[in-house]
């Protein structure tokens, strides 16, 4: 959306997720079935081909050096330094949605920098997702990684309530429940507040409901977490969650 | 997304748009062929249904009294106050995006309470919609409006480049151009100056660029415009848009 090194991308294959807790310019890394079949595959990679293979908050320029047995082999070659994290430590608590509306919920949260994306099935929803979706959602999120330039992975974890969505988030978590026409102050307030009180990076968890509203177990649930408005007009439930993050992270300087 | 007024709704067939430029209680107003089919056919509404009908601002619950011919006919009972409009109206400028994007930017900014919806055809993006293109986003942008409760439309404007786009903002509209990596102010910045320039309700025109950035012609269009950034990482096409919008909102209390 602008101008910038987007050229610059175009001279490898693109970015390539890896294990690179051990990395360093020279190390041969093995890309996982997945990675070895998009790169030999789809993009029918030969040795010597330039890519990008990116991990664990660590982003290297790397070559195709052997590919046998359908696992793609490359050397890293040197770090590129990647997109500082935001400020602040952002998990996105969403109902599951239909129509592919969680995807995208977690493609966009993703691409905006939040830390971990939980989703849970919501009392006043009929989305009940199969245990696929764990998988599904991950494979978003990657995608998400690879286009935006992050070199680290958010967690995707799915739960079948609300309840068990909160436990996990860290436990020190700032804990932000999102009401409509509540009464509630604004978001921008809320994260100001936090803001004002917290020293380092704090973590915010951030729970929103379904089309339908939270009901008053899940609201229950959500017991000693701050209320907030996001003001008078009413969001979809996959429109929410993008306003929240945007202002919480507007906060802390990211845009 | 929370609790509140939407079991109030559930009383009333919905909200359907008229031309409300003369409103009062006691009116007999007719609805449009397509608001009419809706409410007759599709919903099998009777006379004496209760329903809201909006447009221009205002809101009114109403009830049906006749339908002949296809078209409903509503008497105004008392005005629904609508939720105020933002302290600031955004022109979003946005690319033609594929796969149902536009459309999907178009609901999205409309219940983040933007003034005008702007695609154009960039010049480094392939999509080239048809002249049915309008008409499908007005849909979007009519169904956004009745389900987030706004009481006017915002008007929708395509162009064949941004070059026209940007003549179809007001004359006297703040004007941002949103650049990826370009060493620009953050947007939260530049809005903030915005605002502490302008009195009363300002309008803020916001270009966005397609997935392949701008082109220099395009950049060279948007002579004047204040550029401003989104942070480190790069944001999709059709993220950017959103999370600008809620950046600017943001400025002005929105949320």
């Known amino acids: 959306v602008g101008e910038g090194v987007r050229t610059i991308l175009t001279g490898s294959l693109g970015r390539f997720h890896a294990d690179l807790s051990q990395a360093k310019p020279g190390a041969e890394i093995s890309?996982?079935?997945?990675?070895?079949?998009?790169?030999?595959?789809?993009?029918?990679?030969?040795?010597?081909?330039?890519?990008?293979?990116?991990g664990g908050g660590v982003d290297f320029m790397?070559?195709?050096?052997r590919c046998g047995e359908g696992t793609a082999v490359?050397?890293?070659?040197?770090p590129i330094e990647?997109?500082?994290?935001?400020?602040?430590?952002?998990?996105?608590?969403?109902?599951?949605?239909?129509?592919?509306?969680?995807?995208?919920?977690?493609?966009?949260?993703t691409e905006m920098g939040i830390a971990g994306f939980i989703a849970y099935s919501a009392a006043r929803d009929v989305a009940r997702p199969g245990p696929e979706k764990a998988e599904r959602l991950g494979r978003v999120?990657?995608?998400?990684?690879?286009?935006?330039?992050?070199?680290?992975?958010?967690?995707?974890?799915?739960?079948?309530?609300?309840?068990?969505?909160?436990?996990?988030g860290p436990a020190n978590a700032h804990r932000i429940i999102l009401l409509e026409r509540s009464g509630a102050s604004r978001l921008g307030e809320v994260a100001a507040s936090i803001k004002a009180e917290s020293a380092g990076r704090?973590?915010?968890?951030?729970?929103?409901?379904?089309?339908?509203?939270?009901?008053?177990?899940?609201i229950d649930a959500c017991d000693h977490f701050r209320p907030a408005s996001l003001g008078p007009r009413i969001l979809r439930a996959d429109t929410a969650p993008l306003v929240a993050a945007a202002v919480i992270l507007r906060e802390y300087g990211e845009w």
């Open 74 to 78: 490359v050397i890293l070659e040197h």
């Open 202 to 218: 704090p973590a915010v968890m951030v729970a929103t409901g379904p089309e339908g509203g939270f009901d008053p177990a899940e």
């Open 141 to 168: 999120v990657l995608a998400a990684c690879k286009q935006c330039e992050r070199a680290d992975i958010p967690p995707v974890v799915t739960a079948s309530n609300l309840a068990n969505a909160l436990k996990a």
């Open 31 to 54: 890309l996982s079935a997945s990675e070895s079949h998009h790169l030999l595959r789809v993009l029918r990679a030969r040795p010597g081909a330039a890519l990008r293979v990116f």
């Open 62 to 65: 790397a070559r195709l050096v």
């Open 82 to 109: 990647p997109p500082p994290p935001p400020r602040v430590d952002i998990w996105a608590t969403v109902p599951f949605l239909k129509g592919g509306r969680t995807e995208f919920l977690a493609e966009k949260l």
